[in-house]
C-alpha cells in the first residue's frame, strides 16, 4: 500500500487544498467512539481525484480528513491524509487510524533514533565493518529498551519517575559509575525511590 501523509493545519499544502473544496461537497462519516466513560465523536470528510500538485500532469489521489471533538464540542485533534486507495465510508476510519499510527511510529522510533541513539551520525569509521557494528549496536540497545518498555514494570517505573528518555539513561549510567548495586532489580528500585540510595564507599 502506498500511503502519503496529505496536507495538515500546519503544512502549507492545506491552502491548496482547502481552495479545491471550497462550495463542494465532501462525502462524510462520523462514528460515536466510547473512551473510557466519555464519548468522542469521530468525523471524517473526503474526495477522490485531487490533483497532488498545480499543473496538467499532476499526481491525482484520494485525499481524506480526521476530525476528532471532545465530549464538550472541541476540537481535540484533525489531520489529512492522501492515498492512491480508494477511500469510502467503509475503509476511511481505517485508513485514518493507518495514517496516524504510521506518525506514531515516525515520532517514537525513528525520532528516538535519531535524538537519542545517534542515528544520524556517520559511523564511517574502520577499513570494514567497524561502522556496521556500531549502527547494529546502537539497534539492538533500542530493541531491548523497548522491550523492558513494554515488558519490565519497575524499568517504567524508572522511566516514569525520570521523564525523559535522555534523563533516565543518564542517571542509570552515572548511578552504575558512581555507586554498587546487588542486582539490577536493586538499581531500579533505587531509581524509583522505593530503596534509598547506597552510599559510596
Partial sequence: MRYYRGPTRNNPGVGIIEEYITGVELATHQEIVKRGKKKYVYRYRWIEDVPLRDGEDALKVNWFEIQIIDPSGEETYRNSFITDLEVSRNNVADFALCGRTRWKIE???????????????????????????????????????????????????????????????????????????????????????????????
Fill in 107 to 201: 515520532n517514537e522510533t525513528f525520532n528516538v533514533l535519531k535524538a537519542n541513539y545517534n542515528l544520524e551520525h556517520n559511523f564511517g569509521h574502520g577499513k570494514q565493518h567497524l561502522s556496521s557494528i556500531l549502527v547494529t549496536l546502537n539497534l539492538l540497545a533500542f530493541a531491548f529498551h523497548t522491550t523492558c518498555d513494554i515488558a519490565d514494570e519497575l524499568w517504567r517505573k524508572a522511566r516514569a519517575k525520570l521523564g525523559t528518555r535522555r534523563l533516565f539513561f543518564s542517571t542509570l549510567a552515572a548511578s552504575t559509575i558512581l555507586l554498587i548495586f546487588e542486582s539490577w532489580q536493586d538499581l531500579l528500585q533505587r531509581l524509583v525511590g522505593a530503596k534509598p540510595a547506597p552510599r559510596p564507599p
